[in-house]
Every structure is written in structure tokens, then in C-alpha cells.
């Protein structure tokens, strides 16, 4: 059993930095090119189960790559950033510094612990699944996603970055859950 994660395509605000949680900003032009390269090498893979974050940019990039039949899970949403979002990381860091969404609370917005349970959640589904699986998501909650893979806590994504239109694999070593492949570029 694998679970192939895809980050989405570009957005604007991917782009200059913005933390992205659920505003619903659509894909670039090169976003959604991006998305449609993806398809060369998910199409070549057979998945029992797949889903997406019900925002645009995840749900679009599954559409392009292929996937139009992707089930909208409300647990793959991105990281609440609550009064962050929509703010850049230096622009936070002005009033809070060395912020990270790893080490400190986002006002407003969702705990670590909070993104863990609901990631906890989606782990639970893919491990019940007979067969491969692939999502579309968000940066930060991938991350997070792999994190809890590894039974390691949310923090431990702060190690794994995670470009736009990329894919990743997590699967087993003697049923030892482990990451296959990261951040792979199309």
C-alpha cells in the first residue's frame, strides 16, 4: 500500500509567499499547466481511493491531472492561519520573531494539535483502504500529513519542504511506516 500526495499547482499567492489556509485563491496560468504535467505520471498508477481539499487550487489540480473524480475531504483543508492568513512570514515576524507555523500558534487560527487530529483522521481512512491511494492538498497540511505518517508529531513537517505541483511517497519498510519519495518534481 502507497499514498501519493500532490502539492497544487501555483497560485498568486503561493507565489510571493502568503499564508494560504482557506481563502480559496484559484491556480496561475502556470499553476494549471503544471497540474496538467502531473497527469504523465499519476495516470500511469492505478489508485483505489482518492481524495482532495475541497478548495480550488487542490480540486483543480486533481481535474487537470486527471482525477476529476477525486472525493472532497473537509480534513485535508490547509492549516487554519486565522489572523495569518492572507500575511507573509516576515511580515509576522515584525511583531513575532522566528515565527514558523511549526513552532508557534497562529491567533485565531488552528493548533498543531488540531491539524493532527484531523490528519489523524485521513491517515485512518488511507490505512483502511484496500489498495493505493492519492491525495491533493496544501503545503503546510501535507507536511503536517507525512509528519503524522511517521508517527512523528505535526512540528517533525518543518523538515520536509514541499513545492507546488509536486507529488511525494509515503508507504512501508517491514510495516514501518516511511516517506518512499519527496517533494518529485514532474
Known amino acids: 500500500m502507497s499514498v501519493w500526495l500532490v502539492r497544487h499547482g501555483a497560485t498568486e499567492w503561493s507565489e510571493i509567499g502568503r499564508h494560504t489556509g482557506r481563502t480559496d485563491v484559484p491556480l496561475t496560468q502556470a499553476g494549471e499547466a503544471s497540474a496538467r504535467d502531473l497527469s504523465a505520471v499519476l495516470s500511469r498508477h492505478s489508485f483505489r481511493l482518492v481524495l482532495t481539499s475541497p478548495l480550488q487550487r487542490a480540486s483543480r489540480t486533481a481535474i487537470l491531472a486527471g482525477f476529476g473524480d477525486a472525493e472532497a475531504d473537509e480534513d485535508l483543508m490547509e492549516w487554519g492561519y486565522g489572523d495569518y492568513e492572507g500575511v507573509t512570514t516576515a511580515a509576522i515576524r ?37 489498495g493505493d491511494s492519492l491525495i491533493f492538498g496544501h503545503g503546510h497540511a501535507l507536511r503536517a500529513l507525512a509528519a503524522r505518517w ?20 509515503l508507504g512501508h519498510e517491514r510495516e514501518q511506516p516511511v516517506v518512499l519519495a519527496w517533494n518529485v518534481p514532474v
Open 94 to 130: 515584525e511583531t513575532v520573531p522566528g515565527w514558523t507555523v511549526w513552532t508557534h500558534p497562529c491567533p485565531g487560527g488552528e493548533s498543531a494539535d488540531d491539524v493532527a487530529r484531523r490528519l489523524d483522521r485521513v491517515i485512518d481512512r488511507l490505512r483502511a483502504a484496500d
Open 150 to 169: 511517521v508517527d512523528e508529531p505535526v512540528a517533525f513537517g518543518r523538515f520536509l519542504r514541499l513545492d507546488t505541483a509536486t507529488y511525494s511517497i
